[in-house]
Nanobody, 122 residues
Framework: VQLQASGGGLVQAGGSLRLSCAAS????????MGWYRQAPGRQRELVAT???????DYADSVKGRFTISRDNAKTTVYLQMNSLKSEDTAVYYC?????????????????WGQGTQVTVSS
């Protein structure tokens, strides 16, 4: 399973960005998908998650500003980020809990994308 993230960049405080992450490969189904971020010198932290039923969860620091969503095929996850702050600056990683079929066997595990840089200038 490969996760390809895109949409990061440089934006001024108060601006918006939209991140996308597309999953591909021998995927049977994907349950949870999410976004995490890691700022320099800090641990990776949860930003938002969405399950296959559309239920969402957000870090307190982004509630009301960020919105996570999935496409109908449920293999692409988006993160709409509004009212960006300098403290949102980080590398953003997408994550997917995917079930795959290989050589006749099913397996489930978490997969990570390569990360996309988001920089918010104040």
């Amino acid at each position: 399973v490969q996760l390809q993230a895109s949409g990061g960049g440089l934006v001024q405080a108060g601006g918006s960005l939209r991140l996308s992450c597309a999953a591909s490969g021998s995927i049977v189904s994907i349950n949870n998908m999410g976004w995490y971020r890691q700022a320099p010198g800090r641990q990776r932290e949860l930003v938002a998650t969405i399950n296959s039923g559309g239920s969402t969860d957000y870090a307190d620091s982004v509630k009301g500003r960020f919105t996570i969503s999935r496409d109908n095929a449920k293999t692409t996850v988006y993160l709409q980020m509004n009212s960006l702050k300098s403290e949102d600056t980080a590398v953003y990683y997408c994550n997917a809990e995917a079930r795959t079929l290989s050589a006749g066997y099913f397996s489930s595990r978490n997969y990570w994308g390569q990360g996309t840089q988001v920089t918010v200038s104040s």
